[in-house]
């Protein structure tokens, strides 16, 4: 059964901090790992990997795959308030290009 | 999200009853896909569609049908809503190997 697993899935940290949250997975038809941010409604795109070793950067975040371990680690660094979300790591493996996502990482970050 | 609209945005019914959902996108992706978002599960596939009258049916389709008849709509109905259908109920568009966009979201409660 193809599955996602992210961890840790609570996290509180202070602002200024860096914080690395992992998704590791297993999936038949592995085409991309892409992760999502979650406020209080829809998913917001972050990132999509297909490549291994190849780094994602956007800003204070960034994210690298390892499609021999099969995972995947999104860091955030200098976190702020505004950061405090869901973070859902997803993979697409379905045969009709539909994403298996983890439960997700709730992060809270304090002032 | 620009592109993709749901509705509608929050519904309650009663037990029995029938409920449509609608999702509609002016993007043109082929792709569309009904999630259910629970606490403690994730985000899990109800039926996606490849196609106009191309369906099938995704983890958790028990008790939901969809119907798309046109590429810019994808509908889901509750045929006799239940309580434990009660849940945030999100649509995605996707096209090739790109990411999903999501909806806004209809939080359905069945009392």
């Not at chain 1, 950067?57 to 200098?78: P, Q, V, Y």
């Amino acid at each position: 059964e193809d599955k996602v697993v992210q961890s840790p899935l609570s996290l509180v940290v202070h602002e200024g901090d860096t914080v690395t949250l992992n998704c590791s997975y297993e999936v038949t038809n592995f085409r991309s790992l892409l992760w999502y941010k979650q406020e209080k409604k829809a998913p917001t795109f972050l990132f999509m990997l297909t490549s291994s070793g190849i780094e994602k950067k956007s800003g204070r975040l960034s994210s690298i795959l390892d499609k021999k371990e099969l995972f995947s680690i999104l860091n955030i660094t200098a976190t702020q308030t505004g950061d405090s979300a869901v973070y859902l790591c997803a993979v697409n493996g379905g045969s009709q290009g539909n994403l298996i996502f983890g439960k997700g990482t709730k992060l809270s970050v304090k002032p | 999200d620009a592109g993709i609209t749901q509705s509608p945005r929050h519904k309650v019914t009663e037990t029995g009853t029938p409920v449509t959902l609608r999702c509609h996108q002016t993007e043109n992706h082929r792709y569309m896909y009904w999630y259910r978002q629970d606490p403690g599960h994730g985000l899990r596939l109800i039926h996606y569609s490849y196609g106009v009258k191309d369906t099938d049916k995704g983890e958790v389709s028990d008790g939901y049908s969809v119907s798309r008849s046109k590429t810019e709509d994808f509908l889901l109905t509750l045929e006799s809503a239940t309580s434990s259908q009660t849940s945030v109920y999100f649509c995605a568009i996707s096209e090739a190997d790109y990411g999903y966009t999501f909806g806004s979201g209809t939080r359905l409660t069945v009392v």
